[in-house]
């Protein structure tokens, strides 16, 4: 471990970025603007915030480690756009940013599945994404149906947005350096999905079930789920689905259908 970088908390999963080739690659990638706004998440020793902060017009990076925070402020005391909070990326207020704010991050692996979900869930602040996930969920996000990659995470990724693998990370470019493969993805905002959906949280919940039991048909998913058997049978007639299908194998059209089918069946219930 070099001196001039802290001792990682292994609770908090650091790995911190130390080849500088990769950091003007993600920034060249991200494609900042002077006039945009740039979200860090775990910014770490700062060695992709720094290039940040040349490249954008202010920058906020939100750091849960108060002890690396305060290391960083001084670090980085003449990066006069920099906004450093201390807080858990879980946890802040993603409403509260300016609209087209682009984020460019490293993501804490351990964390970075809710925290995307989170981003998501924030897209109308948000124009694009540039983020270093684990190899593993990088593929998970930009899978097509009909392969072991596709879930979850893939369609409701896919809905709201446009992901693009970019490039592996070695595990040489971090310390310490990490058990798993790293790959940059960009994800660009869709400014409208891909199909229209009735009841948001209804899409969800269906994207979730049939995908909880990925060995059993979408019918019989469902149902084992606490969808009522008979109206889950209405609802894949009136889609055009087959039951007999398995979630893997349906585009985000074919969800979006069978999600405002079962909500019309929910309505007709009163």
């Known amino acids: 471990m070099s001196r001039s970088l802290p001792r990682p908390k292994k609770r908090l999963g650091q790995h911190f970025l130390v080849d500088q080739n990769v950091v003007r690659k993600i920034v060249a990638l991200a494609d900042l603007q002077p006039s945009e706004t740039v979200l860090e998440i775990g ?10 902060c040349a490249a954008a017009g202010s920058v906020i990076a939100v750091e849960l480690d108060a002890a690396l925070a305060a290391r960083l402020s001084q670090a980085l005391a003449t990066c006069s756009n920099l906004d450093l909070r201390v807080g ?12 087209g704010t682009v984020v460019v991050s490293n ?17 109308g602040r948000i124009g694009r994404m540039v983020l270093m996930l684990q190899t593993e969920v990088a593929r998970r996000l930009a899978a097509k149906p009909g ?51 009735a009841d948001e949280p209804v899409f969800v919940a269906t994207v979730r079930a049939a995908f909880a039991h990925r060995r059993k048909t979408l019918a019989n998913s469902l149902r084992d789920e606490g969808w009522p058997a008979d109206r889950v049978a209405a609802a894949l007639e009136r889609a055009k689905i087959q039951g007999t299908r398995r979630a893997e194998t349906l585009t985000l059209t074919e969800f979006a259908a069978l999600a405002n089918a079962l909500h019309q069946e929910l309505m007709a219930d009163g």
């Open 147 to 197: 392969t072991k990659d596709y879930g979850i995470l893939s369609v409701l990724t896919q809905f709201w947005a446009v992901p693009q693998l970019a490039f592996r990370v070695s595990a040489s470019c971090f310390r310490p350096r990490p058990e798993v493969g790293s790959t940059v993805i960009s994800l660009k905002i869709r400014p409208v999905p891909p199909a229209q959906v």
């Open 43 to 52: 910014p770490g020793t700062g060695a992709l915030t720094r290039a940040l």
């Open 107 to 123: 993501l804490p692996y351990y964390l970075s599945t809710p925290v995307l979900f989170k981003l998501l869930a924030a897209r």
């Open 88 to 99: 858990d990326a879980m946890e802040f207020p993603y409403a509260t940013l300016p609209e």
